[in-house]
């Protein structure tokens, strides 16, 4: 009796074409529920007690619950957010490490000659959490009643009225150069290292106008320590009871500050799209959307597509400013 084998005939070769793809499937199956086995790190470029490590804070439980295991956030200071970002950018893409990216990514991306990462193509991201406007506000006992008079009044002195920023080079300072180029207007540029300064300056009276985030400014609204004029929402999109945005005047100017989640540009897309969807569950829990409005923000979860073009828009719309307003990148 031979031991050789059969041919292998038309119908044996379909099927076994059949269970090579089933196990193909129930592999990829397998992956995705082989990840995540450990923790995962969520590296954050700010030191803790900021608005950025709240939010980190406030994501990281509940997208760990989601997962099945701890996000561990991991605060790396330094460089406006450059630290971190440069850590991703190095880390292996495994999905183990992600980052909280800020919008002052961007600015950094129009402000810095040389970055050791490219600012687009290194990370793959995976979806916005929350945006938010800046804020233009005065001291309560300010001259200054209306952005229209804030213009007014540049434009009649240029030069003379003093606008503050956490920095220059920051969203901050760029969107109030921004808003020089479509009006026509000359502000003092008076820059802070972040802290209290701007807020003490602006209530002591010198200087007139503070630009800053919503996350800041919503509670000194809500205690009434600042008065706002003007928000950098979409036009007709102010959050703000009976505030405008720069864009009802000036429809080119509009600038959302986000925060959101990236992770090294060659992480498994499965990975990805497990992330994304993990995030837009914990975004949509009435406590973590309520938190974030508190924050003043508004929740906005998003596909990696639609994070990555934002991210691309700010970059390009902040670099045209920079050449515009001649500012000397660092």
Known sequence: MSNQSPPCGPVRRKALAVLLVSCAALGGAWADEAWPQKPIRLLLGFPPGGGSDLVARLVAKPLGERLGQNVVVDNKPGAGGNIAAEMLTRATPDGYTLLLVPSGHASNAAMKKVLPFDPVKDFAWVSTLTTYPLAFTVAPQSPIRSFQDLIQRAKAEPGQWRYSSVGVGTAMHLAAEWLQAESGVQLNHIPFKGGTGPL???????????????????????????????????????????VPAVADFYPGMVFESWLGIAAPAATPAHVVERLNKALREVVAQPDVRQRLLDFGGQPQASSGTEFRERVQRDILNLRKVVSERKIEPE
């Open 200 to 242: 003490t300056e602006l209530l002591a009276g010198r200087v007139d106008v503070m630009v800053d985030t919503m996350t800041l400014t919503a509670s000194l609204l809500k205690d009434q320590r600042v008065r706002a004029l003007a928000v950098t929402s979409p036009k007709g999109g102010s959050p703000l009871q009976g």
